[in-house]
């Protein structure tokens, strides 16, 4: 005979579902999606429909709490330009409801979520699943400390969450900022800059990959490069190296420091009468400079030419000389710089020049005009003794005459040689004669 046997569960007089297979002996109870007023004392009871029931004495008692243990989102290295799986798993075992698993961001400016993909797991036991949930992930820098938060929620509305912060391992390309060009004497300011994760280490070279001292930032994003008083020989390219991780990158910089010397004259000042005069005024600056050359202020010649500028002038002339000036203008600053071009022309002595014999004294004068000034000899003087000689200049004018005694002078040819760069000149005197009374006789 079998005996149809009703396993029952009392609870404050309640009666459960009860699931039994009492050919296994499994007299089990599964109360899905439990919940606080779930808690109590449980007994098992048979019941005979013929003989009636009888009652377990041993109760179990069942507390049902909140939940609080939280999901669990599992992150694997995360690498920009590298896909990601991340997955979030639902705290417990469930068997009732399935849970509904979703993802949130935290970070300005991110509007769509990426690709997301749920699952359950098999079976865990006979009644049991671990629900997850994955979502594919293709990291950016600017992901990089966001907030990602996975709420599971149960029914009733029930929720937990589990909030991470993301770490993205990336690096940006160098940047430089400052002034490139700066002014010789002044300061070189430049900051290298590279986003990245973890932190790059910067540095800076100078020209021929010289090591520089850097002042790194706190927040080791940045190294800043200051150099005082700036000199020419500083220019150059500059490089910031930047390594991270195992890979480095670099970018260079040319460097300008802006100067101006002072302008440079060349070439011959003194020019022969109907020779050429060449002048060459040359500045070294940077940015190049206009170079003007000009005269009693009337411009020769300008250009921007090699930073030169060059005049020729071929038959010079007495207009063509005095005074040339060279200006050179770079941006707001002037430099100038002057040369006194003379005329070189041979001496010729002047009709006024002369001899005259009195009373046994001999007296000349020789007057030469000439550029440069020329010398005056008497060769008559060399082989005397007691004479007097006076030479006055004035301008390119000199005056050359002596006193010489003695009787025998007074037939004498005298000759004045003047001489300069440009030639030689002579001129023979014949003493004109005074006699006591006064006359004068021509030799």
């Known amino acids: ?33 439990l919940k606080p007023s779930d808690s109590g004392s449980y007994q098992f009871r048979v019941i005979n429909k013929t003989k009636g029931g009888f009652t377990f004495l041993r109760k179990a008692n069942v507390n049902v709490t909140y939940l609080q243990q939280k999901p669990t ?20 075992l469930c068997s ?12 300005a400016g991110e509007k769509d979520l ?13 009644v049991n699943h671990r ?39 990336y690096v940006k390309n160098i940047e430089v900022f400052g002034n490139t060009a700066v002014q010789e004497g002044d300061s070189l300011n430049l900051t290298c800059s590279v986003k990245s994760f973890p932190p790059s280490q910067l540095m800076w070279f100078g020209p021929n990959r010289t090591s520089l001292n850097v002042s790194e930032s706190t927040d080791l994003r940045s190294a800043s490069l200051l150099i005082y008083n700036m000199t020419q020989a500083q220019s150059g390219q500059y490089m910031c190296e930047g390594v991270h991780l195992n890979t480095s990158q670099t970018r260079h910089i040319n460097i300008s420091v802006i100067y101006m010397r002072k302008p440079v004259v060349s070439g011959a000042t003194n020019v022969e009468e109907g020779g050429v005069l060449n002048l060459t005024c040359t500045v070294d600056s940077f940015p190049p400079s206009t170079v003007t050359l000009q005269r009693d202020e009337n411009v020769v010649n300008d250009s921007i030419v090699n930073q030169s500028n060059t005049v020729v002038i071929n038959n010079v002339t007495q207009e063509d000389v005095g005074q040339y000036v060279c200006t050179a203008q770079s941006r707001n600053k002037t430099q100038t710089s002057h040369v006194e071009v003379k005329l070189i022309w041979k001496p010729h ?19 030469t005009q000439a550029s440069p000034v020329p010398t005056v000899t008497w060769p008559l003087l060399q082989d005397q003794t007691e004479y007097k000689l006076v030479t006055v200049v004035t301008g390119d004018t000199i005056n050359s005459s002596f006193v010489l005694k003695g009787t025998n002078h007074n037939r004498t040819e005298i ?3 003047a001489k300069n760069r440009a030639g030689q000149v002579q001129k023979s005197f014949t003493p004109s004669i005074i006699t006591q009374t006064g006359n004068r006789h021509g030799m």
């Open 1 to 33: 005979m079998h005996l149809l046997i009703l396993v029952t569960l009392l609870w404050l007089s309640l009666d459960y579902l009860v699931q039994t297979d009492l050919k296994k002996k499994n007299c089990s109870i599964i109360i899905n999606d």
């Open 73 to 92: 989102v599992q992150v694997p290295p995360l690498t920009e330009g590298h896909k990601a799986s991340l997955t979030c798993i639902a705290p417990g």
């Open 96 to 107: 009732g409801s399935k849970p509904i698993i979703t993802w949130t961001w935290r970070k």
């Open 114 to 126: 990426p690709n997301i993909t749920t699952a359950t797991t098999d079976r865990l036991t006979a």
């Open 131 to 169: 629900h997850m949930s994955t979502l594919e992930l293709s990291p950016s820098a600017e992901l990089h400390r966001a907030h990602l938060t996975c709420i599971v929620t149960f029914i009733k509305n029930l929720s937990r969450e589990k909030t991470v912060r993301l770490n993205v391992t």
């Open 349 to 367: 002595i002047l009709n006024s020049s002369g001899c005259v014999f009195s009373e046994e004294v001999l007296k000349c004068v020789c007057i």
């Open 415 to 417: 000759q004045c040689v």
